[in-house]
């Protein structure tokens, strides 16, 4: 079991930076591979990037590339999505997620477990 607690999220300006944190519980946290995801009203939960156990593999959405980065501390059970260049379209609720294994996946359902999620706010 994992248990997951998103922090960080706000309210920022267009052009400004955010780093979302997550809080895993569990030994086993430096075996599951992490993802993050997003749901902005009325829309469809989204995924953002991913990265594997070890951190050696990542993945992002064609909509942040270049612009967001995830990155885990396993000796800390935590990960993070540094948002920076954020754009009023990021607005939503950033969720992360976790699990067993190595292969990272952009599918939601791929996912054993999952945040309460954080609000994520960018002004124009």
């Known amino acids: 079991q994992v248990q997951l607690v998103e922090s960080g999220g706000g309210l920022v300006q267009a052009g400004g930076s955010l780093r979302l944190s997550c809080a895993a519980s569990g030994r086993t946290f430096s075996s599951y591979a992490m993802g993050w995801f997003r749901q902005a009203p009325g829309k469809e939960r989204e995924f953002v990037a991913a990265?594997?156990?070890?951190?050696?593999?990542?993945y992002y959405a064609d909509s942040v590339k270049g612009r967001f980065t995830i990155s885990r501390d396993n000796a800390k059970n935590t990960v993070y999505l540094q948002m920076n260049s954020l754009k009023p379209e990021d607005t939503a609720v950033y969720y992360c997620?976790?699990?067993?294994?190595?292969?990272?996946?952009?599918?939601?359902?791929?996912?054993?477990?999952w945040g309460q999620g954080t609000q994520v706010t960018v002004s124009s």
């Open positions: 990265m594997s156990w070890s951190g050696g593999n990542t």
């Open positions: 997620a976790a699990r067993p294994g190595t292969y990272l996946y952009t599918q939601d359902g791929r996912y054993s477990y």
